[in-house]
């Protein structure tokens, strides 16, 4: 079982520069989330989506961008690179039990440098 | 204040011996509670969900208080491997999507 397949592991920017981090799931989950994890600060929630086609903002989303065009997918694009987005990013996916099980699956990370 | 929070330690713990800490929440909508671990930022992993009436998983025990809104983990014969960060983590059930982190707690276990 692949899970959560997060790309690049690393990767380092220039100020000004874009890129997009990629996330997929092969557990048909309906719900996928972005979150990034800054020291002593927890991870917190970029954007999320409930289902193909549905993206919501989180805590903090300036300065990214997400589309769902597919259950499977749910990419994060930085528009323009700034040192403030120095950061280890993850990607989750997770159901819900309806019963108020639940679970989230996680990406292995990027860690993202912004120079 | 953030809705989420937790104390960040480090809790220093002997093996062998007990430790517990708590998480509260702010939100009184919040519906379910699950405490993950973390190792050196690797991604979070589930350790247990967190149930009205309490459970227990092996060397490890969850409680949750509504009245206070927190919910608190205690472990056990603490071994070297329960070494890492624990992360409190509430959701809404109007918003599954939507996992609220507290910024972890750090436990060392020292031989």
């Known amino acids: 079982n692949a899970g959560v397949t997060q790309t690049p592991k690393f990767q380092v920017l220039k100020t000004g520069q874009s890129m997009t981090l990629q996330c997929a799931q092969d557990?048909?989950?309906?719900?996928m989330s972005w979150y990034r994890q800054d020291p002593g600060m927890g991870l917190r929630l970029i954007h999320y989506?409930?289902?193909?086609?549905?993206?919501d903002q989180g805590e903090v989303p300036n300065g990214y961008n997400v589309s769902r065009s597919t259950t499977e997918d749910f990419p994060l694009r930085l528009l323009s690179a700034a040192p403030s987005q120095t950061s280890v990013y993850f990607c989750?996916?997770?159901?819900?039990?309806?019963?108020?099980?639940?679970?989230?699956?996680f990406g292995q990370g990027t860690r993202l440098t912004v120079v | 204040r953030k809705e989420v929070e937790q104390d960040p330690g480090p809790f220093n713990v002997p093996e062998g011996a007990t430790v517990a800490f708590n998480c509260t929440y702010s939100?009184?909508?919040?519906?379910?509670f699950f405490w993950y671990r973390q190792d050196c930022r690797k991604e979070p992993k589930l350790l247990m969900s967190?149930?009205?009436s309490g459970n227990e998983d092996g060397r490890f025990t969850a409680q949750l208080n509504r009245a206070s809104q927190y919910i608190s983990l205690l472990i056990r014969d603490s071994k070297l491997s329960d070494s890492a960060t624990y992360l409190c983590?509430?959701?809404?059930?109007?918003?599954?999507?939507?996992?609220?982190f507290g910024a972890g707690t750090q436990v060392v276990v020292t031989p």
């Open positions: 989750a996916s997770s159901y819900s039990g309806g019963t108020g099980s639940t679970e989230a699956f």
């Open positions: 557990m048909n989950h309906e719900y």
């Open positions: 989506s409930v289902g193909a086609g549905i993206t």
């Open positions: 939100n009184s909508a919040s519906q379910s």
């Open positions: 967190v149930y009205s």
């Open positions: 983590v509430v959701i809404s059930t109007d918003s599954w999507g939507k996992l609220q």
